[in-house]
């Protein structure tokens, strides 16, 4: 898996912190930025952050959010990269839908707004599933 200049360890490391990361995003059902995460995982693992003027730094850090669906999906079902918004859009990046359509939860010709709406289902479903438990109300 070695690639884009990391290590399978990098990769490892990075995969697990990230999806911690984008958990605790989900329990406090917030989104979060692609320059937040990559803040995130350069503060909490020691490695290098992804250089956003590098279009091969961008795919990596693409390549990484595949990676954590990747790992995640077989036990929620759910794509926890919708929790990472696209640069000045309200909504996830192209990856994320290339990625849908890959794993057959999208057709292959989906409007904009069926798109819209998937991610959509896909974030609050996320927030749900990693909500943190309420807490009794004393009496």
């Known amino acids: 898996m070695?690639?884009?200049?990391?290590?399978?360890?990098?990769?490892?490391?990075?995969?697990?912190?990230?999806?911690e990361f984008l958990k605790?995003?989900?329990?406090l059902a917030r989104l979060t930025s692609y320059t937040e995460l990559n803040v995130s995982l350069e503060s909490r693992t020691g490695l290098?952050?992804?250089?956003?003027?590098?279009?091969?730094?961008?795919?990596?850090?693409?390549?990484?959010?595949?990676?954590?669906v990747e790992e995640d999906y077989p036990t929620s079902g759910l794509m926890i990269s919708a929790l990472v918004q696209y640069l000045d859009a309200n909504d996830a990046g192209p990856g994320f839908y290339i990625l849908a359509r890959q794993l057959g939860l999208l057709a292959p010709s989906t409007s904009k707004?069926?798109?819209?709406?998937?991610?959509?289902?896909?974030?609050?479903?996320?927030?749900q599933r990693y909500q943190a438990?309420?807490?009794p109300t004393p009496a």
């Open 2 to 19: 070695t690639g884009y200049g990391r290590t399978d360890e990098d990769w490892e490391l990075l995969t697990r912190v990230g999806l």
């Open 24 to 27: 605790e995003r989900a329990r």
């Open 48 to 68: 290098a952050r992804f250089d956003f003027e590098q279009a091969s730094e961008r795919a990596a850090l693409g390549h990484l959010l595949g990676l954590m």
């Open 113 to 127: 707004q069926a798109q819209w709406d998937f991610w959509w289902q896909q974030v609050k479903a996320l927030h």
């Open 133 to 135: 438990p309420s807490r």
